[in-house]
């Protein structure tokens, strides 16, 4: 089994140049004044300390400055010169990250958001990788055991480096867990880039948990919705006993790129896949994390349908 690792996307937005007027004067022979404003990048870095719920932004945005030249000048009539103004990116922060969660009206069927959902842990995820299931790439199975003990977890992208905040919802014996976070640029980067490579490395295998019950395990790629900067969607379908019956869980996994912010959706149960709610938590939720972002209010969603 060849392995090919996706590699991760990288989005750079220009910076805008500013004009220069001149402007000649009646009364003098050469007269000549310009005036030029540069401006930085619009992103910068920090670090902040992860949270369950929310935490400090890592982002700081450098504000645009302006450096005027002059020319000497025979006469003091002059025209102020003009820049146009820069927007820097919002830093997330706490406030932001809470109102960029979904609620239950962004999301159809019957949802119902719950206040514990920063508790919730499938036991079924638990188990040790079987290595000798990678018989040509016994490497994988560390990446397979790293991606279980992170969907535990509730930690996919690893931990966030600045604001975070994460609300679940239930529906019969399904769950949803939505979470919006800061992260570092280049672990990012890396997650979304590991993630992709999951289907590969880890489309079938089996763990065994603490009582030596079996269990396989199946990941292979979904196809998210096209919104955010980047994403990756992911099913995984766990196999096995559960007092003595057959038992099958299947998520549904959806991440979404958004600068350096990112959604992460987690949703389905013992009753089937949940593809569809999952789909309108990552649309949903990245324009509500967008608006955020951009100093809006997010919109409320449809409501439930009937």
């Known amino acids: 089994m060849s392995r090919h690792p996706s590699l991760p996307r990288y989005l750079k937005a220009p910076v805008g140049a500013s004009t220069a007027r001149v402007v000649a004067s009646a009364l003098a022979t050469a007269a000549l004044l310009t005036t030029a404003a540069c401006s930085g990048d619009g992103e910068g870095g920090g670090s902040g300390s992860g949270a369950s719920d929310v935490a400090a932004s890592p982002l700081a945005a450098q504000t645009p400055t302006s450096s005027p030249t002059t020319s000497p000048a025979s006469s ?3 025209s102020p010169a003009s820049s146009p103004a820069t927007s820097a990116p919002s830093r997330l922060t706490e406030a932001g ?3 960029a969660l979904i609620t239950e009206e962004d999301i159809e069927d019957h949802w119902n958001q719950v206040k514990d959902a920063s508790k919730w842990h499938d036991t079924l995820l638990i188990g040790k990788v079987d290595v000798a299931d990678f018989l040509t790439a016994k490497a994988d199975a560390a990446d397979c055991q790293k991606f279980l003990d992170a969907l ?3 930690q996919l992208l690893g931990k966030p480096s600045g604001a975070s905040a994460l609300r679940g919802f ?3 014996d399904s769950r949803l867990l939505y979470q919006v976070a800061s992260y570092d640029s280049g672990q990012l980067n890396s997650s979304l880039a590991w993630l992709k490579t ?3 490395k880890c489309d079938r295998f089996t763990v065994t948990d603490s009582k030596g019950a079996k269990r396989t395990v199946e990941v292979t790629e979904g196809s998210v919705p096209a919104v955010g900067d980047a994403r990756q ?3 995984v379908v766990v196999q096995g006993d559960t007092n003595g019956e057959a038992t099958t869980l299947t998520l549904d996994v959806a991440v ?3 600068g350096e912010d990112a959604i992460t959706v987690t949703a389905g149960g013992l009753e089937g896949d949940e593809q569809q709610s999952t789909d309108q938590a990552a649309t949903k939720g990245t324009q509500r994390l967008k608006d955020v972002l951009s100093g809006k209010t997010p919109a409320a969603g449809p409501g439930h349908s009937g």
């Open 76 to 78: 003091p009539a002059s």
């Open 97 to 99: 990250a809470r109102s």
């Open 152 to 154: 535990y977890s509730d």
């Open 170 to 172: 239930e529906q019969g």
């Open 198 to 200: 999951l289907p590969v």
């Open 233 to 235: 969607d992911l099913r």
């Open 256 to 258: 979404v790129r958004v």
